[in-house]
């Protein structure tokens, strides 16, 4: 086993040297998950059919979506599978980001793929508790973002909060601001991701969209030439996450194909609360946790609805004696299906709403 494991490491470096250019390994990075996911995704989706691992559909959601009801789930299976193998063959392995990265991506995909599990095979509605998910989750969390504040050389720089669009502005947090930072944006953009979850794929493209976006600023994060001209910080080994980066697009889109309406396979929270936690691991790593924030205003908007609904709710009750709503429905995509917005139109047009935010959030770098 170890003999093997050395020639496997060897035929790495070998392979890493001949393709040393991180645009070319992200293309090819992003073309080899691709290709993972589509060839591997009938045999992933008869073996959860065969499984009988299909989607419980909430009976209080659209009427709509009762059809749906049997679709095979935990999908995000096949996500993280096409990712972690992408990485390992054409990232740096000695690069610490990658590792943190790819460690946080898969360890809430664990959490996700329990919760999943105890839904549909243990047909327990309530899944994994919710205390026990976010004690975990918050586990992770903090430790990604204590390694994270405590791996740098330049503490000072790397615990800043950079604001977009002015080049003279960043707020001093110190080590442990930087770390309750950390922590929030990590498990809160995870939570995001899986509460836009919702609607054939809605979440996974905008997904797909703000890891390329990040690939951009991961590539010039990590290049002093590049951070310098654009008065962005410049952090040594950044720019590695394009590989698994341009994983995470290549695998999404490959799940797309599947996913796209009328889907064939749900992600579940396995692949949604990985893909988030990856997004916000990666935007506190380059520094661009505010452009995290706008260019994934789409899940920003979904978890708020959410959060104002249930708030709203609780306050009329206690206050009137009977709870009242200011959504037809929660999360904000079932709100506008409930006023009559047919679903592809919903995740089509909150596409392109994320194209826009994207852009918005790519402009940042030059405007300044």
């Not at 503490?155 to 909060?161: F, I, K, P, V």
């Not at 991961?218 to 310098?228: E, L, P, S």
């Amino acid at each position: 086993m170890l003999l093997l494991l050395s020639e496997w490491l060897a035929q790495h470096i070998r392979t890493f040297n001949v393709f040393g250019y991180i645009t070319l390994r992200t293309t090819l990075a992003m073309l080899t998950a691709l290709f993972l996911s589509l060839a591997l995704g009938p045999r992933v989706i008869r073996w959860l059919a065969a499984k009988k691992i299909g989607q419980a559909v909430r009976t209080d959601g659209p009427q709509t979506h009762l059809v749906k009801s049997g679709t095979p789930t935990m999908g995000g299976v096949l996500i993280l599978i096409a990712i972690a193998l992408t990485t390992l063959l054409w990232g740096n392995l000695a690069n610490r980001y990658v590792w943190t990265v790819l460690v946080v991506t898969l360890g809430f995909g664990i959490i996700g793929w329990y919760d999943d599990w105890k839904k549909v095979v243990y047909r327990d509605p309530n899944g994994l508790a919710a205390r026990w998910k976010f004690l975990w989750q918050s586990v992770l969390g903090l430790g990604a973002a204590v390694f994270l504040a405590f791996s740098t050389s330049d503490l000072t720089q790397q615990t800043q909060l950079v604001v977009p669009f002015f080049k003279a502005i960043a707020y001093p947090l110190g080590v442990w601001g930087f770390v309750a930072l950390t922590y929030c944006v990590i498990v809160g953009s995870s939570n995001a991701v899986n509460l836009t979850d919702g609607a054939d794929g809605l979440a996974i493209m905008p997904t797909v969209m703000v890891a390329a976006a990040f690939a951009i600023f991961a590539y010039v994060t990590g290049n002093a030439i590049y951070a310098k001209y654009l008065l962005i910080p410049y952090v040594p080994g950044a720019g590695e996450l394009c590989i698994l980066l341009g994983a995470i697009a290549g695998a999404g889109l490959g799940f797309l194909w599947f996913n796209a309406y009328p889907a064939e396979v749900f992600m579940g929270d396995v692949g949604a609360l990985a893909l988030g936690a990856a997004l916000g691991c990666v935007a506190v790593i380059v520094r661009q946790e505010i452009v995290l924030f706008i260019m994934g205003g789409l899940f920003v908007a979904e978890t708020l609805s959410v959060m104002v609904q249930v708030g709203w709710f609780k306050y009329t009750r206690k206050k009137y004696g009977e709870g009242r709503r200011i959504l037809r429905m929660a999360p904000l995509h079932h709100h506008f299906e409930q006023v009559g917005w047919k679903e592809t139109h919903v995740v089509v047009r909150f596409w392109i709403i994320t194209i826009i935010l994207v852009l918005v959030g790519l402009a940042s770098l030059k405007i300044r």
